[in-house]
């Protein structure tokens, strides 16, 4: 599986941006989706995950109530919207897939990282 994020850039503080990962392999309806990020001198942190389905999502309390994820199996598609983006926001935002098909808050669960993608929030 081949992922690849896209979708950042610079925001104001209060603004929004809408990530996307994109997949192509096998078949990308049979992965769990996760989210992560990593802010300059600090260690990759959870920020979302879906399970296969999208039936059942998990959010860092960070981002809870302002970020959303979101899958297309149809387009091979993980979306994550952010809303009322802050500062602290500021990282390389990476897309992981998850070959159990749960998504977890766990980095060591996934098989499969995209690239990542720059999201830069001002104050």
């Known amino acids: 599986v081949q992922l690849q994020a896209f979708g950042g850039g610079l925001v104001q503080a209060g603004g929004f941006l809408r990530l996307s990962c994109g997949a192509s392999?096998?078949?990308?309806?049979?992965?769990?989706m996760g989210w992560f990020r990593q802010a300059p001198g600090k260690e990759r942190d959870f920020v979302a995950a879906?399970?296969?389905?999208?039936?059942?999502?998990y959010y860092a309390d960070s981002v809870k109530g302002r970020f959303t994820i979101s899958r297309d199996n149809a387009k091979n598609t993980v979306y994550l919207q952010m809303n009322s983006l802050k500062p602290e926001d500021t990282a390389v935002y990476y897309c992981?897939?998850?070959?159990?098909?749960?998504?977890?808050?766990?980095?060591?669960?996934?098989?499969?990282w995209g690239q990542g993608t720059l999201v830069t929030v001002s104050s």
């Open positions: 992981a897939a998850d070959d159990s098909g749960y998504g977890t808050k766990w980095s060591k669960e996934y098989d499969y």
């Open positions: 392999g096998r078949a990308f309806g049979s992965f769990g």
């Open positions: 879906i399970s296969w389905g999208g039936g059942s999502t």
